[in-house]
């Protein structure tokens, strides 16, 4: 074997073993499904809103209620750990969870935080976009951000787990905020993924909040070894 091909041989190795999966101990690991044909996305209708029409000429963006990904995956979805969660204090991280609105639509369209981890809305467009958080527990805000570029930063105190976030300007411009006051969470992306990480060994029961379908639980165990991977599976709307 010349040097050349080893070489070669050691790479692949190493990208072979990068891949694979890893079997971190303490990890809950899963996809969210969702079963049967997704509903179709309508359109945006931006309405008389001609300045936001127009900075989609070419092809409307899509409502963002149901999101399915090519391979079933139901994006938008909060998995995470209910009931008393173990050890704690925890340290929210600094790093801001960013609400942009960028052509009259919300990115992301839900989003998560821990409680005391910086939540910064922007404006990216040169339009007025009001943000208005409906919190049930007295952390509510509402952010007027007349000018492009404007940054604002809030901080909620509370677990809360779907906070609706709306634009009072746009109609169109929905989302929700969820906070946790311990970092045992994930959303999902359009593959349905999660990966909740660093978990001591026991019994847990995990939800599944999807904004239009609900809510699932699942309890599982978890081990020092690699664990089974969980799924949820989310049917249409009735
Ligand atoms: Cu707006």
């Known amino acids: 074997m010349s040097s050349r091909w080893s070489m070669t041989v050691a790479r692949a190795a190493v990208a072979v073993a990068l891949c694979a999966p890893a079997a971190a101990a303490g990890e809950m690991t899963g996809h969210v499904r969702f079963a049967g044909t997704p509903p179709a996305r309508k359109p945006v209708a931006f309405g008389g809103e001609q300045q936001c029409a127009l900075m989609h000429k070419d092809a409307p963006p899509l409502m963002e209620d149901v999101v399915v990904g090519p391979d079933g995956g139901l994006r938008d979805v909060l998995v995470y750990l209910t009931g008393t969660a173990p050890g704690g204090p925890y340290t929210p991280p600094t790093e801001p969870l960013v609400y942009e609105q960028q052509g009259c639509v919300f990115k992301p369209h839900v989003g998560a935080v821990m409680v005391g981890q910086p939540v910064e809305v922007r404006n990216d467009d040169a339009v007025l976009h009001n943000v208005r958080a409906q919190s049930k527990l007295g952390q509510s805000f509402n952010i007027a951000q007349p000018v492009q570029g404007m940054k604002t930063r809030k901080m909620m105190k509370a677990q809360e787990i779907g906070v609706p976030i709306k634009c009072d300007v746009h109609f169109w411009m929905t989302g929700y905020l969820h906070v946790l006051a311990h970092p045992f969470f ?29 809510t699932r639980t699942v309890t599982a165990t978890v081990t020092d070894g690699e664990n089974a991977p969980l799924t949820f599976t989310f049917a249409p709307a009735p």
């Not at 994930?186 to 609900?214: C, Q, S």
């Open 186 to 214: 994930a959303m999902t992306g359009e593959d349905g993924a999660f990966a909740i990480a660093h978990l001591p060994p026991g019994t847990y029961t995990f939800e599944a909040w999807h904004p239009v379908l609900g």
